[in-house]
C-alpha cells in the first residue's frame, strides 16, 4: 500500500521498492563481487532498501550462511562507493542467506524454492523476487528452465512479481538471441525480463537526453544540416586479462559495440520522445536501430584489429596471441571500427564513426559530435590555422562530464582564432557524486521500472547490424597494433579517405 500521504507528483522523495528478495545466481564471480554487493551495500546506505530486503546467494560452494556473509563483507567493504558504516552493513547482513548447488542439480533448486517460501513469511517479502543470472550465457537456458520446473519465475503461484535480470551479451547472434528471448520470455512475462545493459544506468548516459531534450541550444543543431560526423569511442588500457574463453570466443564487436555502443548511438540518434516512459523511450530508440544502414563495402567501411606487444602507462605489455588460454592461430578482433549510417530525414548523410578496443593508451568512453565549419571565413588564412572544427564532446567515463569546444580570438594585435573548451565535469558541479551504474539499475529492476533495459526488439535489432559484419569478417585475419597506439594504421586511413580523422580522445 502506497503512503496516504505522499502526492504522487512529488518526486524528490525517494524510490523505494516493496520488501522483496534479490537472488543472485554466480554469487561468488567477479560481477556479483566487484559490483552487485557493493551496490546493495550503497543502496543500503543511502536509505533506498526496504527493511524487508534479503539477498539469498547461489553457488557452487559448500557454505554456511556465516561463510558467504564474510565473502559478501570483504568485497563489499572494499568496493562501496559510499563511507563504510557497521551499523547498516549489519542490518543487511541479517537478511543474507546462501544456498549451495549446481545449475543442473534439482535438489538445489528445490531448496531455493523452500527457502524463498520460507522467507515470505519470516521476513514478510510477500512472493516479491528478483533472479539475478549473474553467469555465463550458456548457463541461461539450464537456470531459466529449473526456475520453470520449480515454478519460482510463476507469479500467481509466488503470491507476487517474479522478475529475471540477464547480463549481456545476450546470444551471440541473431538466432540464438531469438531462442533465448522465446525462452526467456516462455518463463517469464514479457515485463518481467530485465536484459542489463550497464552504460544505461551511467548518469552521462542518462544526461544525453537531459542535454537534447531540456535545452533550445542544442537541438535545433542536432541534425545533418549542421552535424558533419559523430564518433563514440570505447578504449579500454586494459588486455583480456582472465577471461580468455570467453574473449576468444567472442570479440570485440559481440563484447561491446552489439550492446553498449549501438545502445549509445540510439539515444544519441533518436527522436524526442513524447514522454519519459518506458514503451515511449524505447520505441524511438528501435526506430534507429531499425534505420543503421551498413557499409556498401564492408571491408572498406570496417577495421577489425588484434593487439601485439608493447607498452600502456610505461609498462610492457604482452600481445593477444602470448596471453594465457588464447589459440595461436586466433583471428578473433580485440578492436573494431566501423562507419555506420542512419537511414532518416534528421540524420541522411552524416557518417556515424564507432571504434572500441583493448590495449589502447588509455581508458575513456566519450560521445563527439562534430559540427559542420563555418561556411564563409572572413579571415586571412593565416589566421585560422589553427581553428578545427567546433565539437560537443560527452565523456561518460572515467571523468564524466561534457565539453564544447569551439574557435576564439588569441588576445593580441592580430585577428588569430584557435580552438578552446569550456569543460564540465560532474564532480566539481554537483556535490553529491554520481551512483554507480549497477546501484541505478539494481534499484530499478526492485521497484519495476524498465525505462533503461532494452528490450527483445532492441536486442535483435542490434544484431541485424552485427551479424552481418561478423559473415564478412569469417576467416579474414584482423589488422595488428602495438599495445598503446589507437588502434591499426587501417583505422586512420578510414576517416582520412573521406577528409576526416580521430578525435584525439
Avoid at 564474510?70 to 544456498?99: C, I, Q
Avoid at 507476487?160 to 545476450?170: L, M, N, Y
Avoid at 562530464?401 to 558541479?429: C, H, N
Avoid at 544484431?463 to 597506439?485: C, I, M, N, T
Wanted: aromatic residues 10%; glycine residues 8%; charged residues 25%.
Amino acid at each position: 500500500m502506497g503512503n496516504p500521504l505522499r502526492d504522487p507528483q512529488d518526486r524528490r522523495l525517494p524510490r523505494i521498492p516493496e520488501p522483496c528478495a534479490l537472488v543472485i545466481f554466480g554469487v561468488t564471480g567477479d560481477l556479483s563481487r566487484k559490483k552487485l554487493l557493493p551496490a546493495i551495500y550503497d543502496l543500503a546506505n543511502r536509505g533506498l532498501l526496504p527493511p524487508g530486503f534479503v539477498v539469498l546467494g547461489f553457488a557452487r560452494r559448500d557454505w554456511g550462511h556465516g561463510d558467504f556473509e564474510s565473502m559478501a563483507y570483504e568485497h563489499a567493504k572494499a568496493h562501496a562507493r559510499t563511507p563504510w558504516r557497521e551499523e547498516v552493513w549489519a542490518r543487511l547482513s541479517g537478511n543474507m542467506k546462501f544456498v549451495g548447488g549446481a545449475f543442473d542439480d534439482d535438489d538445489a533448486f528445490d531448496n531455493l524454492a523452500a527457502t524463498l517460501d520460507e522467507l515470505r513469511d519470516s521476513h514478510g517479502i510477500h512472493g516479491n523476487a528478483a533472479f539475478y543470472l549473474s553467469i555465463p550465457p550458456s548457463a541461461f537456458p539450464t537456470v531459466l528452465k529449473q526456475l520453470a520446473r520449480t515454478g519460482m519465475a510463476d507469479n500467481e503461484r509466488c503470491g507476487g512479481w517474479r522478475r529475471v535480470i540477464v547480463e549481456k551479451p545476450f546470444g551471440t547472434d541473431l538466432t540464438s538471441a531469438k531462442s533465448l528471448n522465446d525462452l526467456v520470455d516462455d518463463v517469464f512475462t514479457g515485463p518481467d525480463v530485465f536484459r542489463i545493459d550497464h552504460y544505461l544506468g551511467k548518469e552521462t548516459v542518462q544526461n544525453i537526453m537531459a542535454l537534447r531534450f531540456a535545452n533550445s541550444l542544442f537541438e535545433p543543431v542536432w541534425n545533418s544540416k549542421y552535424v558533419d560526423s559523430v564518433q563514440i569511442t570505447m578504449a579500454e588500457d586494459v588486455g583480456i586479462g582472465t577471461r580468455a574463453a570467453f574473449y576468444d570466443a567472442t570479440g570485440t564487436a559481440r563484447d561491446v559495440l552489439q550492446n553498449h555502443l549501438l545502445q549509445l548511438l540510439a539515444l544519441v540518434a533518436m527522436e524526442e520522445p513524447t514522454s519519459f516512459d518506458a514503451a515511449e523511450i524505447r520505441a524511438e530508440k528501435l526506430k534507429v536501430l531499425r534505420a543503421i544502414s551498413l557499409p556498401k563495402d564492408i571491408k572498406a567501411g570496417t577495421v577489425r584489429g588484434q593487439y601485439l606487444q608493447g607498452w600502456v602507462a610505461g609498462e610492457r605489455t604482452k600481445g593477444y596471441l602470448d596471453e594465457e588460454g588464447v589459440p595461436q592461430d586466433s583471428n578473433t578482433e580485440t578492436y573494431v571500427a566501423v562507419r555506420l549510417g542512419i537511414q532518416n530525414r534528421r540524420w541522411a548523410g552524416v557518417p556515424f564513426y564507432i571504434r572500441a578496443g583493448k590495449r589502447l593508451p588509455r581508458r575513456v568512453t566519450e560521445v563527439a559530435v562534430v559540427f559542420k565549419k563555418a561556411p564563409h571565413l572572413p579571415f586571412n588564412p593565416a589566421d585560422v590555422e589553427a581553428l578545427g572544427e567546433n565539437q560537443l564532446v560527452i565523456r561518460v567515463q572515467p571523468e564524466e562530464g561534457m565539453v564544447l569546444k569551439f574557435g576564439s580570438k588569441v588576445p593580441g594585435t592580430t585577428m588569430e582564432l584557435r580552438d578552446i573548451a569550456m569543460d564540465f565535469q560532474y564532480g566539481e558541479a554537483f556535490t553529491e557524486s554520481s551512483p554507480e551504474a549497477y546501484e541505478r539499475l539494481v534499484l530499478d529492476v526492485l521497484i519495476g521500472d524498465r525505462t533503461l533495459f532494452p528490450d527483445a526488439a532492441e536486442v535483435e535489432q542490434s544484431w541485424h547490424v552485427v551479424d552481418p559484419l561478423e559473415e564478412a569478417w569469417q576467416g579474414v585475419k584482423p589488422e595488428q597494433y602495438r599495445s598503446g597506439e589507437w588502434g591499426p594504421r587501417a583505422a586512420d586511413e578510414m576517416l582520412a579517405r573521406e577528409g576526416r580523422h580521430w578525435r584525439r580522445a
